[in-house]
Nanobody, 120 residues
Framework: VQLQASGGGLVEAGGSLRLSCAAS?????MGWFRQVPGKEREFLAC????????LYGDSVKGRLTISRDNASNTVFLQMLSLKPEDTGIYYCVSRQVSGDYSDSRSWEYWGQGTQVTVSS
């Protein structure tokens, strides 16, 4: 499985961004993590293979929406009301196995990351 994330960029606080992740090969549960310098990777959201179930990290609940289009093998992350503390590298992930979804070690496949910068 190869994952290619895109859509990051520079946005003002209060603005929005939509990240995309194109996947090649069979995909399973997919999700997004965020890496802020000096901190561990933070779980943001995940979605099951059919798209019928989603989970969100507590820090972003209500501001982020994850969705997927299985016809194009793409997962999206819509981000609203962005804050400077949302700045970081956003990684698209996928996994076949089960496990603690919030633990980055339980995710098998990682994309290259896309930078999101929110200015104050």
């Amino acid at each position: 499985v190869q994952l290619q994330a895109s859509g990051g960029g520079l946005v003002e606080a209060g603005g929005s961004l939509r990240l995309s992740c194109a996947a090649s090969g069979r995909t399973y549960t997919m999700g997004w993590f965020r890496q802020v310098p000096g901190k561990e990777r933070e779980f943001l959201a995940c979605i099951n293979p059919s798209g019928s179930a989603t989970l969100y990290g507590d820090s972003v609940k209500g501001r982020l929406t994850i969705s997927r289009d299985n016809a194009s093998n793409t997962v999206f992350l819509q981000m609203l009301s962005l804050k400077p503390e949302d700045t970081g590298i956003y990684y698209c992930v996928s996994r076949q196995v089960s496990g603690d979804y919030s633990d980055s070690r339980s995710w098998e496949y990682w994309g290259q990351g896309t930078q999101v910068t929110v200015s104050s």
